[in-house]
């Protein structure tokens, strides 16, 4: 009797049953995370900013390419990198009002949590787990949906997990979807930088377990290829390189942390939160559950399938405890391997 395949156990899953599907079982509960993720409405302070910035560019119908607002720095270059994203705000706030601020972040809101409810589809696992970590979702990343550039990164980021998902379980993600994605994600928001560490380590876990199954190189070099033309696919710009210089200066700057709420460290703000703001202390303390019961499943099941999401999820888990910013994106990577893993650690204790 011989043994199963050396890489049967690295082999994405490819089953004629239909998966469990939260959208098809009930999209009335989908709109209920939609609801709650989509609850908080608080203006971002730099709003007035960007309407400002988008009505200039509508108006004269040429974009901003120096300073006109400030008296510290007038006719400074200057490098829009949400040049995009005030347009959308700008154009939505002329013919709405306010109404279509909200519009845009209703949205943005539920382009994300669609996402993320059929990324859990890809898991396999019931579709009342499938809701309630998408409520989990959708109420961790509820104050993190003002009405600012960052949410625009919150929808393409979960479309980046879902395209990604369905390739690792399936071969179907159809990945160099990633290059149109990120050319206008990073017109939208800087945090494309997301978008390409994701397919960046994406593409080497999985090229590093092919290695390891002894598949050859022929995925690697393929997803290799596609990260490099997503990557290159971001200087598709009016401001080019300049967009990544901006990015680059927002996260080297030793003010930013100092002066922006949303920079500081996960811990740092919940020992400020603790006694003096419990809400926003059991907020933090909810995301930071959700990173250890994802990492406490995997640990558990063990399962190399969908290494390559689970490195995603680490990093940007990491990248969440570093900076409290990341926490909605945390969120969104770790929703599939919580279910997935949970899953499987629990169908293993039962024996």
Known sequence: MTGAPRDAMHAPERSAAPRPSLLRYSPGLVAVAIAIADAVRRADPDLWGHLAFGRWVLSHHQLLMRDIYSYTAPGRVVHDHEWLTEIVLAAAYNALGNFGLKLVKLACVAATMVTVALTEEETGAPELAQFAILLL???ICAPYFQIRPQRFTFAMFGAFILILSRDAYRRAGRVWIAIPLLMV???LHGGFIMGVAAIVIYAGVAGL??????RGWSRALRLGAIAAAATLATLVSPYGIGIW???AHALANPYTRVAVADW???FKLLSHALGAKPRIAIHLLISIAMIAATAAAWMLSR???DLPMVAIAAVVSAAAIV???NIPLAAIALAGPLLRHGRIAV???RG
């Open 185 to 187: 994600w990073a017109n």
């Open 323 to 325: 900076t409290q910013r």
């Open 209 to 214: 377990q092919d290695f390891a199954a002894e």
């Open 245 to 247: 210089e901006t990015v």
């Open 347 to 349: 169908l293993r204790w």
């Open 137 to 139: 979702v959708g109420a």
């Open 303 to 305: 399962d190399p399938a």
């Open 264 to 266: 500081q460290p996960t």
